[in-house]
């Protein structure tokens, strides 16, 4: 199983990004495909995930500017961030993992990440 994530870059605060990530190596049926973050010194934060329903949850800090979705057909997952301010600043990791999970040690196989630097 396999992970990699993609779309981060440099981007200025009221900004817009959207990070694709694609699993590859088994269906990913019953499982939710997550999204965390972590920024330097800091531990790795749930940002939002994506149930195989469709049916999606948040972190308080990113609802109302972050949307997480998947095509479960091509195994990927999607994080369209918008309003993007400093604190977003981070590597965004992709994951697989148990319904409604919010804890890193709900998933596993970890994508490599994505840096997302906001820049005010």
């Known amino acids: 199983v396999q992970l990699q994530a993609f779309g981060g870059g440099l981007v200025q605060a009221g900004g817009s990004l959207r990070l694709s990530c694609v699993a590859s190596?088994?269906?990913?049926?019953?499982?939710?495909m997550g999204w965390f973050r972590q920024a330097p010194g800091k531990e790795r934060d749930f940002v939002a995930a994506v149930n195989w329903s469709g049916s999606t949850y948040y972190a308080d800090s990113v609802k109302g500017r972050f949307t997480a979705s998947r095509d479960n057909a091509k195994n990927t997952v999607y994080l369209q961030m918008n309003s993007l301010n400093s604190e977003d600043t981070a590597v965004y990791y992709c994951a697989i993992g148990i319904p409604y999970g919010r804890r890193p040690a709900d998933f596993g196989s970890w994508g490599q990440g994505t840096l997302v630097t906001v820049s005010s």
């Open positions: 190596g088994r269906t990913f049926s019953n499982y939710a």
